[in-house]
Protein backbone atom coordinates (compact mmCIF):
# COMPACT_ATOMS: atom_id res chain seq x y z
CA UNK A 1 0.00 0.00 0.00
CA UNK A 2 1.54 3.55 -1.09
CA UNK A 3 1.76 6.04 1.32
CA UNK A 4 -0.17 9.31 1.83
CA UNK A 5 2.84 11.20 0.12
CA UNK A 6 3.70 8.41 -2.31
CA UNK A 7 -0.50 8.71 -3.62
CA UNK A 8 -0.20 12.28 -3.17
CA UNK A 9 2.59 13.02 -5.82
CA UNK A 10 0.11 10.99 -8.05
CA UNK A 11 -2.97 13.47 -7.65
CA UNK A 12 -1.27 16.20 -7.87
CA UNK A 13 -0.10 15.39 -11.56
CA UNK A 14 -3.28 13.96 -12.20
CA UNK A 15 -6.20 15.10 -10.44
CA UNK A 16 -6.88 18.76 -9.04
CA UNK A 17 -5.42 19.16 -5.20
CA UNK A 18 -5.75 22.24 -2.78
CA UNK A 19 -3.64 24.42 -1.10
CA UNK A 20 -1.97 22.74 2.05
CA UNK A 21 -3.20 23.60 5.53
CA UNK A 22 -0.48 24.35 8.71
CA UNK A 23 -0.70 22.37 11.66
CA UNK A 24 -2.38 25.11 13.20
CA UNK A 25 -5.57 25.27 11.14
CA UNK A 26 -5.81 21.49 11.46
CA UNK A 27 -5.42 21.48 14.58
CA UNK A 28 -8.43 23.90 15.21
CA UNK A 29 -10.07 21.82 12.79
CA UNK A 30 -10.09 19.05 15.36
CA UNK A 31 -11.46 21.25 18.34
CA UNK A 32 -13.92 22.54 15.99
CA UNK A 33 -15.48 18.88 15.28
CA UNK A 34 -14.71 17.36 18.74
CA UNK A 35 -12.85 14.71 17.64
CA UNK A 36 -8.93 14.21 17.15
CA UNK A 37 -8.26 13.08 13.38
CA UNK A 38 -5.80 10.18 12.22
CA UNK A 39 -2.47 10.93 11.61
CA UNK A 40 -2.95 10.16 8.08
CA UNK A 41 -5.58 12.46 7.27
CA UNK A 42 -3.92 15.48 8.86
CA UNK A 43 -1.06 13.92 6.90
CA UNK A 44 -3.14 14.74 3.41
CA UNK A 45 -4.34 17.73 4.87
CA UNK A 46 -1.13 19.61 5.29
CA UNK A 47 -0.23 18.23 1.84
CA UNK A 48 -3.63 19.75 0.25
CA UNK A 49 -6.78 21.18 2.01
CA UNK A 50 -9.18 18.90 -0.49
CA UNK A 51 -8.99 17.10 -4.10
CA UNK A 52 -10.90 16.49 -6.84
CA UNK A 53 -9.90 12.89 -8.06
CA UNK A 54 -11.39 12.22 -11.77
CA UNK A 55 -11.25 9.09 -12.85
CA UNK A 56 -12.54 8.00 -16.55
CA UNK A 57 -15.02 4.97 -16.02
CA UNK A 58 -16.18 5.12 -19.33
CA UNK A 59 -15.56 6.07 -22.84
CA UNK A 60 -15.72 10.00 -21.80
CA UNK A 61 -17.84 10.04 -18.93
CA UNK A 62 -15.98 10.87 -15.86
CA UNK A 63 -16.61 9.41 -11.93
CA UNK A 64 -15.34 12.50 -9.46
CA UNK A 65 -14.48 11.84 -5.96
CA UNK A 66 -14.30 15.42 -4.51
CA UNK A 67 -12.30 15.06 -0.66
CA UNK A 68 -13.80 18.05 1.13
CA UNK A 69 -11.56 20.48 2.07
CA UNK A 70 -11.72 20.41 6.13
CA UNK A 71 -13.60 23.00 6.42
CA UNK A 72 -16.17 21.58 4.55
CA UNK A 73 -16.28 18.79 6.48
CA UNK A 74 -19.47 18.19 8.75
CA UNK A 75 -22.16 15.79 9.94
CA UNK A 76 -23.51 13.70 7.64
CA UNK A 77 -26.39 13.80 8.94
CA UNK A 78 -26.62 17.43 8.91
CA UNK A 79 -25.47 17.19 5.09
CA UNK A 80 -28.41 14.80 4.58
CA UNK A 81 -30.67 15.86 6.83
CA UNK A 82 -30.17 19.91 7.48
CA UNK A 83 -29.95 20.90 11.31
CA UNK A 84 -33.59 19.71 11.92
CA UNK A 85 -31.78 16.06 11.60
CA UNK A 86 -29.42 16.65 13.46
CA UNK A 87 -29.71 14.48 16.10
CA UNK A 88 -28.50 11.31 17.72
CA UNK A 89 -31.37 9.23 15.97
CA UNK A 90 -30.49 10.07 12.40
CA UNK A 91 -26.70 8.98 12.26
CA UNK A 92 -23.84 8.81 15.25
CA UNK A 93 -22.60 12.40 16.20
CA UNK A 94 -18.81 11.21 15.19
CA UNK A 95 -20.15 10.39 11.26
CA UNK A 96 -18.75 12.89 8.78
CA UNK A 97 -18.81 13.50 5.38
CA UNK A 98 -15.53 13.63 3.83
CA UNK A 99 -15.97 12.89 0.39
CA UNK A 100 -18.91 13.41 -2.01
CA UNK A 101 -19.08 10.42 -4.78
CA UNK A 102 -21.41 9.56 -7.61
CA UNK A 103 -24.85 8.90 -5.12
CA UNK A 104 -23.52 8.94 -2.29
CA UNK A 105 -20.99 10.16 0.46
CA UNK A 106 -17.63 8.59 1.83
CA UNK A 107 -18.18 8.82 5.72
CA UNK A 108 -15.36 9.01 8.49
CA UNK A 109 -16.70 7.91 11.98
CA UNK A 110 -13.87 9.62 14.02
CA UNK A 111 -15.11 8.04 17.16
CA UNK A 112 -13.38 5.24 15.78
CA UNK A 113 -9.79 6.35 15.86
CA UNK A 114 -7.35 3.68 17.73
CA UNK A 115 -3.95 3.52 16.78
CA UNK A 116 -4.48 6.21 13.94
CA UNK A 117 -6.79 4.08 12.05
CA UNK A 118 -10.70 4.86 12.01
CA UNK A 119 -13.65 3.42 9.82
CA UNK A 120 -14.89 4.67 6.37
CA UNK A 121 -18.44 4.46 5.62
CA UNK A 122 -20.15 4.80 2.01
CA UNK A 123 -24.04 6.38 2.74
CA UNK A 124 -26.09 6.70 -0.62
CA UNK A 125 -27.29 10.15 -0.94
CA UNK A 126 -31.08 9.93 -0.22
CA UNK A 127 -30.23 7.33 2.93
CA UNK A 128 -31.95 7.58 6.29
CA UNK A 129 -31.04 3.49 8.07
CA UNK A 130 -27.27 4.55 8.84
CA UNK A 131 -25.19 1.81 10.18
CA UNK A 132 -27.71 -1.06 9.28
CA UNK A 133 -27.24 0.33 5.02
CA UNK A 134 -23.59 1.94 5.37
CA UNK A 135 -20.77 -0.41 4.50
CA UNK A 136 -17.21 -0.58 6.21
CA UNK A 137 -14.88 0.58 2.65
CA UNK A 138 -11.28 1.33 4.28
CA UNK A 139 -9.93 1.42 7.65
CA UNK A 140 -7.89 4.39 7.57
CA UNK A 141 -7.31 7.30 5.25
CA UNK A 142 -4.56 5.70 3.40
CA UNK A 143 -6.64 2.52 2.58
CA UNK A 144 -9.13 4.30 1.41
CA UNK A 145 -7.09 6.55 -1.06
CA UNK A 146 -5.30 3.59 -1.99
CA UNK A 147 -8.44 2.44 -3.24
CA UNK A 148 -9.65 5.56 -4.41
CA UNK A 149 -6.67 5.99 -7.25
CA UNK A 150 -6.28 1.90 -7.82
CA UNK A 151 -10.23 1.65 -8.94
CA UNK A 152 -9.57 4.76 -11.57
CA UNK A 153 -13.04 5.32 -11.82
CA UNK A 154 -14.67 1.93 -10.40
CA UNK A 155 -17.10 2.61 -7.86
CA UNK A 156 -15.10 0.30 -5.96
CA UNK A 157 -17.55 1.68 -2.71
CA UNK A 158 -20.66 -0.07 -3.94
CA UNK A 159 -19.92 -3.24 -4.17
CA UNK A 160 -21.58 -5.87 -2.01
CA UNK A 161 -18.62 -7.84 -0.28
CA UNK A 162 -17.91 -5.12 2.16
CA UNK A 163 -18.47 -5.79 5.86
CA UNK A 164 -22.04 -3.78 7.66
Same mark, same amino acid.
Given at each position: ??????????????????????????????????????????????? #?? /????????? $????? +??????? =???????????????????????????????????????????????????????? #?? /????????? $????? +??????? =???????????????
Amino acid at each position: MKSIQALFEVIKVEHEVDAPLDASKITSAEQKLGYPLPDDLKEFYSL #SN /GAMLRCQYE $AGIYN +EVGIYGL =EYVERIRTVLLGESGDDDECAPPSWYAICRVQSGYIIVDLATVQDNHCLFYFSWED #ST /GWEEDSPII $ARSFT +ELLNRLI =ESEGEKYWRRDNFER
